[in-house]
């Protein structure tokens, strides 16, 4: 019997030790996000294009939970924000939401709001122009875990309502 007392304590320890793990680099990932710009202070308006779940996910900092958020700009290359645009968002069961841009370019769907069931497919649209996500969103919330500026490999680059080519 007593053999076993070791070998439970190592497992205890290997169960708590990534869970450390997760809370240093959440630390880090809001660290790197930086303070607030001048004269935004936290609200719907500030942070564009900032991974917006890092800090609205249920991790904190902020206590305000998200399930999506983005931000989207007006024209392909240049940094202008798009104003007025419907976000629209369609799980893997068929339910859908759409949220408007404000000043920002910023959207979000409060998480007491919508649960999205991932996959999602989304869309963005404003004065008969469409923009579609080909493929599919499998896990992420915010919209910059992915599409973060510039393009590259790892990234389509920020989402634009007049984008010219598709990446
Ligand atoms: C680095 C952390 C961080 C990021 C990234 C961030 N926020 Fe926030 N946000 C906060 C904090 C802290 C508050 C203060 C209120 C709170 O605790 O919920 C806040 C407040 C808000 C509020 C007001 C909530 C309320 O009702 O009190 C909205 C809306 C909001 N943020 C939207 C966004 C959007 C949209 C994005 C992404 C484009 C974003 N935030 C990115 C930290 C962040
Ligand atoms: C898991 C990664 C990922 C996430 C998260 C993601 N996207 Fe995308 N998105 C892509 C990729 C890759 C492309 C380019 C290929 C394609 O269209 O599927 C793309 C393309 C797009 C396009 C078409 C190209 C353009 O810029 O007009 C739109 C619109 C779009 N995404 C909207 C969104 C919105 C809105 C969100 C957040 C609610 C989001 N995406 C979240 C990966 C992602």
Redo the contacts with the bound molecule.
Sequence with gaps: MRGYLPSLLAVAAAAIGPLGCVDIVHTDQ?QA?GGEAPGVG???T???????L???GGQG????Q?SL???VYDTQGQSAPAEGVQVQIEDITGASVTATTNS?G???VPLDQWQPKFPLLMQVSRGGVTQQMLTYSSREG?C?GCHSNPSGPRSPGPIYVNASQKP
């Design positions: 809001v996000l936290p609200g719907p500030h942070r564009p294009g900032q991974p917006c890092v800090c609205h900092p902020a206590s305000f998200m958020g983005g931000t920002a910023n959207f979000f915010s910059a």
